[in-house]
Nanobody, 126 residues
C-alpha cells in the first residue's frame, strides 16, 4: 500500500504561482509513476501531468505545457507540481495519484492509478 498526502493549495490571484506537494509513504519502492489530476465542480477528473519514477521523465497535458512543472525529491519521497501564470480556469481540486502495476489503462486515465491523495483545493481569482 502507498499513502499520498497533498498540500500547498490555496487562494491566489490570476498570474500568481503556487507549488503543490505530494508526500508518499508506505511501499513506495514499487511505484512506477506519480501523476497529478484535477477536478473542477461538475467536471471529470482531468489529467495534468505525470513523472515516471525510474527515469524522472515528465509528461503534461497540452493545456499545461509551459506553465506547469512536475519534479520530485528522491530523499523526501515527494513529488511537486509547480504552477505558474495561473488562470481562473485552473481552479479545481488537485489530486496526486500513484500506480505500481501495469494495467489496461493509459497513464493519462485516472483508472490507471491505484493510490490517491485526499486532494487540495486551488482557487484562482480574476
Amino acid at each position: 500500500q502507498v499513502q499520498l498526502v497533498e498540500s500547498g493549495g490555496g487562494l491566489v490571484q490570476a498570474g500568481d504561482s503556487l507549488r503543490l506537494s505530494c508526500a508518499a509513504s508506505g511501499r513506495t519502492g514499487g511505484v512506477l509513476a506519480t501523476a497529478w489530476f484535477r477536478q473542477a465542480p461538475g467536471n471529470e477528473r482531468d489529467f495534468v501531468g505525470l513523472i515516471k519514477m525510474v527515469t524522472d521523465t515528465t509528461t503534461y497535458a497540452d493545456s499545461m505545457k509551459g506553465r506547469f512543472t512536475i519534479s520530485r525529491d528522491h530523499a523526501k519521497n515527494a513529488v511537486y507540481l509547480q504552477m505558474d501564470r495561473l488562470k481562473p480556469e485552473d481552479t479545481a481540486v488537485y489530486y496526486c495519484a500513484a500506480r505500481d502495476t501495469l494495467n489496461y489503462y493509459s497513464d493519462y486515465s485516472p483508472d490507471a492509478y491505484e493510490y490517491w491523495g485526499q486532494g487540495t483545493q486551488v482557487t484562482v481569482s480574476s
